[in-house]
Structure formats: C-alpha cells, structure tokens
Antibody
Framework: VQLQESGPGLMNPSQTLSLTCSVS??????????WSWIRQSAGKGLEWIGR???????DYNPSFKSRVTISVDTSLNQFSLSLKSMTAADTAMYYC???????????WGQGTMVTVSS | DIQMTQSPSSLSASVGDRVTITCRAS??????LNWYQQKPGKAPNLLIY???TLANGVPARFSGSGSGTDFTLVISSLQPEDFAVYYC?????????FGQGTKVEI
C-alpha cells in the first residue's frame, strides 16, 4: 500500500485547508484499518489530527475538533482532511498514514507542506 | 492528553556504539507504545510497535522494551544509516500523542 497527499501548498489566513490522501496498492475499505492525518511543525513537533474508519467513524484531536473534518470516498480510494480558519500556526508538513496493529502508523505518505501566509 | 517525554533530546554517538533512548508517559499506556525513525526530508518510519515488536523489514539491532509508563529503544550497534531523529508515540488513548524526539548525531 502507498499513500500520496495532495494539497494547495500556500494559503491565506482564514481559508479552509483541503487535503486528499490517495491510496494505491490496496482498497481503502478492505481490512480493518483506520486512516489518519498527522502534521509536523517546528514549533509543535508531531501532532495527531484525527482518524477515520471506512464506515465514516471518526475520532479527532480535541485541539482541532471544532475546525476539522475527515471524510472518505471509497469509490476514489481516498480520504480527505478539511481544516477551517487556517492561521500561520497551522503552517506545517501534513501527512496521511495508515493505522496498523496496536495503533502504530505503519504506512505514511511523503507529506505535503502547507504554508499559511498573507 | 497523555504527555510523552523522551530523553535525551539529543545525543552524540559513534558507529558501533550501543544507544539507549527512553520514553516516559504521563500515565499508563500499557504496551501501546510505538517507535519511529525520521530522516531529513522524509516521513517517519515505524520501527517498533506494541512496545517490543519489530515492524516489517526493521533490522534486529533495534529493540524495544517496557510497559506502563516507561519504555526504552535500544540500537545495539549504531550504523551510519541510523543517524536520525527517533520518536515515541502512544496509541492507548485519544488523542494520540508523540514524544518530542531524540536526535542521534555523530
């Protein structure tokens, strides 16, 4: 299985971030996997944003809960992240990842850098 | 949230050295503890899950131990390709949380 993120790169403050993670080499709806979004910034290190199961069951980090939505499109074999009201503090590398046994992230995308700046 | 604290934050070592990194959780995570290696410009790579189980393809010089709140990652004989940043991560509670990282330098 391979994951590939895609997103805007540069955004203005207050906009909504939309990222997509395309899954190849396997079906997103096969197996008992959760799928996650994680970000990494110089200031806050690695932060878990949330996770999704393919029946649309989701869990979110309370730090993001009011702004975040993770959704799945099984027909396109991809899942997505939406993060509202972006600020400079949201500037980070965003990764999608598969959640393996015991909750370890066993497959990662290469990451997509998102910069929030006016 | 469960706070994960790694020590040291950085260390200097030589090829062939035995390296030990510790991770302490602010409350029990049982054995739901994972270790990652990250090299510059790359995504983290899972080394160990469930505190002590080697992920696929990971060399046997890496080992993990611990349970509850205290965990250890050991590299038995440091190789040139092992110079990187190492992170612990708890998958016991929501939200998942990571340690701040340990940089292993020459």
């Amino acid at each position: 299985v391979q994951l590939q993120e895609s997103g805007p790169g540069l955004m203005n403050p207050s906009q909504t971030l939309s990222l997509t993670c395309s899954v190849s080499g396997g079906s997103i709806s096969s197996g008992s996997y959760y799928w996650s979004w994680i970000r990494q910034s110089a200031g806050k290190g690695l932060e878990w944003i949330g996770r999704l199961y393919t029946n649309d069951l989701t869990d979110y980090n309370p730090s993001f809960k009011s702004r975040v939505t993770i959704s799945v499109d099984t027909s396109l074999n991809q899942f997505s992240l939406s993060l509202k009201s972006m600020t400079a503090a949201d500037t980070a590398m965003y990764y999608c990842a598969r959640v393996g046994r015991y909750g370890g992230f066993d497959v990662w995308g290469q990451g997509t850098m998102v910069t929030v700046s006016s | 949230d469960i706070q994960m604290t790694q020590s040291p934050s950085s260390l200097s070592a030589s090829v062939g050295d035995r390296v030990t990194i510790t991770c302490r959780a602010s409350q029990t995570v049982s054995t739901y503890l994972n270790w990652y290696q990250q090299k510059p410009g790359k995504a983290p790579n899972l080394l160990i899950y469930a505190a002590s189980t080697l992920a696929n393809g990971v060399p046997a010089r890496f080992s993990g131990s611990g349970s509850g709140t205290d965990f250890t990652l050991v590299i038995s004989s440091l190789q040139p390709e092992d110079f990187a940043v190492y992170y612990c991560h708890q998958s016991y509670n929501i939200p998942r949380t990571f340690g701040q990282g340990t940089k292993v330098e020459i």
